[in-house]
């Protein structure tokens, strides 16, 4: 069984940075996070693979980062430049299929940890 557990969420003003973690068990192939902000749909915002691949949603390209430590147990996701429109509670996600990608059907999900950004 797959556990993903977030932290790190909080609340910053526009332009501030945060730094997500994910403790996962399990060695999946494909990692990611998503996002969903209230009365709008999850969207994906990036994933890396075991190898170290990785993808991102344009809208946070250039701005956030993901990687994970070599022993692949936790993911992180460094976030700069932050907008108001990132507000949102950030999701964990993991599926052990090849390739990766954001479009895939995730089987494990986080609880998720709030992130607020004030203009």
């Known amino acids: 069984q797959v556990q993903l557990v977030e932290s790190g969420g909080g609340s910053v003003q526009s332009g501030g940075s945060l730094n997500l973690s994910c403790s996962a068990t399990?060695?999946?192939?494909?990692m990611a996070w998503f996002r969903q902000a209230p009365g709008r749909e999850r969207e994906g915002v990036g994933s890396i693979d075991r190898a170290g691949g990785t993808t991102y949603a344009d809208s946070v390209k250039g701005r956030f980062t993901i990687s994970k430590d070599n022993a692949g147990g936790t993911l992180y996701l460094q976030m700069n430049s932050l907008k108001p429109g990132d507000t949102g509670m950030y999701y964990c996600?993991?599926?052990?299929?090849?390739?990766?990608?954001?479009?895939?059907?995730?089987?494990?999900w986080g609880q998720g940890t709030q992130v607020t950004v004030s203009s």
């Open positions: 399990g060695n999946m192939y494909c």
């Open positions: 996600a993991a599926v052990d299929v090849f390739p990766c990608a954001l479009w895939r059907r995730f089987l494990y």
